[in-house]
Structure formats: structure tokens, C-alpha cells
């Protein structure tokens, strides 16, 4: 993640010299007016940078800000806001669904973990080195990313059926197992989720991957048959070692998204059975919206606050722990 | 990993040359020849199955009789097939104004993210401003804030927006613009534009060519691949929006296929339901079997990014 960071020396090196009328060498020696500043080509350059500036500013620099302040006021659209504190957070922090959500959104993403990162990496790793047809290849992996994600859920929600006809339980006869519950237990239903999201999400972390590895310098490899290395020597020693990197932004990035699932407990579940597939992400929907009785904007925002705090510290942390061996 | 590099790169092994990690002297190794091959061939099979399965599955389910679905859901057509189960959808679902309006969702956040994006980009990585290098900070800082936890914040300001007043709920305005605010878009363009030759800029500003002229005749002609897959990044995002079109859009005339879908089930036969379903994954489906080799290099390419 350091290189999308624009002031690694790296970058600096590569980008152009500034392409502005003003005379550089005058800069910052005179006062400059607005009338001198329009002059030397200020305001079309503005009005270039206006629509990202309007748009950012609307809908990404203020909605953060307004998120900090309402975590600590009490929101409910008609009379104004009124300033509670840390109200919000503890409300939050003793709501029994609290760590039954976070609890929740930790299985899903180590499940996710389990399931979904080894499994790209071994696919990627076996395509590129298919000759003849890899874009046949990498063209099925994706395919899934391609499907609507509400398309998806549903169509696995049906296979999930729990009754001996359903899809799955149907094809579990075939090899002699009988039917599961799936999404219908407690036990089942987050590893049935986390199934249908690996389905929907591998494939373009396959392709990820896929580029990583064309970029491996191909020396490497036969400096490494030179010396007598075998296949698995040359994963081990080659392979993994130049993609490092790779991996540990997709490690990261995976967790990250994972953290934020809500698309499928919302529609396979409802967070159901008994509390089972409840998220972080559930959770802050029903406060601001799912509830009957009134929305909570305070503790919504409150939770939102929290995972990116959260997550902030998480990946501060990551990085600073891998540093030395992403880089070294 | 800038964009230029990243394709120099994919030049250097060709399919056809299997320099990486098997040598020639490996693939004529037994083991290696049919472990290896062996391994392909089960995981081509793997993938059909599994990444084509479940599409192909739903094609034969949408017009297949609902009972037949229900009772032998593997089974291929044992008594015929049903296609009135399409015509049913435009019919009696309204699958037709829900995919146009999935459409119009579509297209108007592509027109509104390609102008942020270009615009932004040509200010940040060609005029550069001195002020640019803020601008830069905090877009970058956006990209750690994930879009779902300002969910509140943006929804209430689209019921109530300050300064300009009124409300914004049930109006597509308050898709495409929030849907602009992308950052990802504006760092993957000025990554692409700062490696343009800046030459060709110099020497048309001496020839007279204006900051328009400059981004109209020059930078956008010169930036088709990197437009490409910024645009199929956009549509497919847009199409496969969920929770953002449902908190705004109350009106169901007004909504897009995927925010339907599930209301529609309850009230709809299987059959017609998982026609609608194929519908509303047919377009980008046919879209990426188009335009495949593009959207996967762009995702290589995003990833590329990332790293």
C-alpha cells in the first residue's frame, strides 16, 4: 500500500515538471492578487479541479466529518441535534447484540481468510503456467465477479435449500451424504455464507495474482534451475518471496472487505437464525434503519466510528509489523 | 507499478514461451509433464464447473417448469421446457422498466465519474496547482474510509441537504453524484496521465494550445485504455449496486433490477422469478464475454495499483 502514497521517491522522480504559465522562479516572490493569480492561468485550472472538489467535498470530505460529529449527538432529522457525549458509544458498547456482531464479523472474516486465500493463490499460481487457452482460463475464474451480487445470493440462497430436493443436498445424494441445513442452523449458516462469498470474490484475486506473477522476472527462475531447483523449491524460494508484496496487500485488503460484509447475512439471513450471521455492517443498518421504533442515526454513526477506527489501527498496525519483510 | 510499466511487463513472457517457473527441461520431465498436466485439466474442469455451473444452472432453471425446478432441481428439462417463463417477467414482473432504469443508474454514474475523474486528474497531474499536493492528500486519505460506513452521514444529507434544502430521496441525482466521489478513479487516471509524455504537452502549450484544447485533443485521445477500463469499472459497480439504491430510491418504479429482485420474490413464481434473475446478469455477463481481455487486464491492473 506505501507506493499509492505519491511522495515515495520512487514517484517523484517520474512525474513531469509543472505545466502552469506562471514563471516558477516568480513564485512566492511577489505578492500575488487574485487578478495576477487568474492571469497566470489560476482559475481555469480551478475550473478544472471544480467538479472533484464540489463532489468530494459533498459527498466524501463532509459526510466524514458530519460521521465524527454525529458519534457524539443525538440525530433524529426534525428537532436539532443535541451534543450526548460518549452516550452513543456505551449505548453501543452494552447493547447485548454488540459482541454477538463482532464476534460474528471475526468468524466470517477468518472463515473468508481459510477459504478464499490460499485458494486463488493455488489457481493463479496453475494458470500461468497453462500454454495453450489461458484466457479461457482466467475468463471462468472471473466469470463469478461478472454476476450481480443480489443475483448471486439468491440463486445460492435457492441452492442452499434445505430440503432433500435443493440443489446442493441433491448433489450431496449423489455422493452419499444427506442433507444439510445450510443456511437454516446456527452451526451452518456463516460457513454457507462465506461459501457463496469466496464463489463471488475469488476470481479477481486470481486475475490479481495472475498479473503479480507475470511480473516475476523469469531470470530468477532459471538462475534457480541452474542451480538444481525443483518445482516446489521454486515456489518456495522464488515464486512467493517476489509476490510477497502482492500478498500482503490482498491479505489485507481481503480483511478489510471482509469486515465490511453486509450484502450477504442481509439477504441469505436477515442475521438469522437466532443472532447467528448478525454483522458489524447489520448492525449499524438496523440502528439507522431497520428499526420500527425509530432511527438511532447516533449509535449507527457511533459504530461506523468504531470500525474505522478499528480497521485504521488494524492496518496501521499490519503494515508496521510487515514492513520489515514486505520490503526487505 | 505504474500503468506503462505494468504492460511492458506482461510483454516480456508471451503465452507461447514458458520461461517462469516450468522450464522447457521441466515440461519434458515426466513427472512434471503429466503431474502438471493432469493438475490443468482437473482445474479447467473445476472452474467450468464451478464458474460456469451456477450461471448455466440459472440459464436452464429460468425456462424450465417451476415445479420441475422445485422438485428435480438438477434434472435437465424432464418435461419440457417453458419459456413463457421469460415472457412472463416482461409482463407481469416489469422487468423491462427495471432493467432500463438499472440502465439509466448506470450511464448517468458513468458520465458523472468519467468528468470527475479526467477533469481531476488533468488538473492534478498536468496544470498541477501548487495547492495540488493537498488536493492529493485528501483524496488519498478517502481511499481509508470505506464508502459503507458513511452510509448515514450521505443518507441523511440526501434527505436533508444543508444550504441548498429540499430532498434529494427519489431522485437518481443522489446516485450518480455520491457514486462520482470516487477516489480510486482519480488516483488510477493521474497515475496514467503522469506517465503520458509530458513533451507532447509542452510543445502544444508553445504551439498555442490552450488548457481545453490541451485535455481535449490531447490528453483524452492519448487515454482510451486507461478511459476503457475506468468505464467498465464503473458500469459493472454501478449494475452491481445494492444498498445505496435501496436507501434512496423509494419509489419502485424508479428502482434498479437489483434492488427489485428481492422484493419481487416473495410474490413471484420460481420460474419467472429465476428468468428475471438471468436478465438482470445477462447484460454484464455478454459484456465481459466482449470486452474480457480489457476488464481483465484493468483488474490485473487495479491490483497492480493497490501493491
Known sequence: MSTINPTTPNLEQTEPAPLTRAPSAGRGRFRRTPLTWARHGGLSTLLFLLPLLLVFG?????????????????????????????????????????????????????????????????????ISEVRKRRGLYSALAYLPVVVPPVVAVLLWKFFYDAGPSGVFNTMLHWVGIGPQPWIQSENTAMPSLVLESTWANAGGTVIIYLAALTGVNAELYEAASVDGAGLWKKIAHVTLPQMRTILLVTLILQIIGTAQVFLEPYLFTSGGPDNATITVLLLIYNYAFGNSLGASYGEAAALSLMLVAFLALFSLIYLRATRSWSTG | MSALQFRSKRGQRSEETPQGLVSFTDWNRRSVKYGLGTAQAALLVLLVVVGLGPVLWLAKAAITPTQDTLIHPMAVFPHGTAWSNVSDAWSQVDIGLYLWNTIAIAFGSWVCQIIVATTGAYALSVLRPKWGNLIMAALLTTLFVPTVVLLVPLYIEIVHPPLIGGTYVDSYWAIWLPEAASAFNVVLMKRFFDNLPHEIFEAARIDGCGKVRLFLSIVLPMSKPILAVVSIFVVLASWKDFLWPLLVLTDTSLQPLSVRLPAIQGQTELGVFLAAMLIACLVPIIGFLFLQRRVLRGTGLSGALKG
Open chain 1, 58 to 126: 459533498a459527498f466524501s470530505w463532509y459526510p466524514i466529518v458530519r460521521l465524527v460529529l454525529m458519534a457524539f449527538q443525538h440525530t433524529n432529522l426534525v428537532q436539532p441535534a443535541t451534543w450526548v457525549g460518549f452516550q452513543n458509544f456505551s449505548e453501543v458498547i452494552h447493547d447485548p447484540l454488540f459482541p454477538i456482531a463482532v464476534k460474528n464479523t471475526a468468524e466470517f472474516a477468518g472463515l473468508a481468510l481459510v477459504f478464499g486465500y490460499p485458494v486463488p493463490l493455488a489457481v493463479a499460481v496453475l
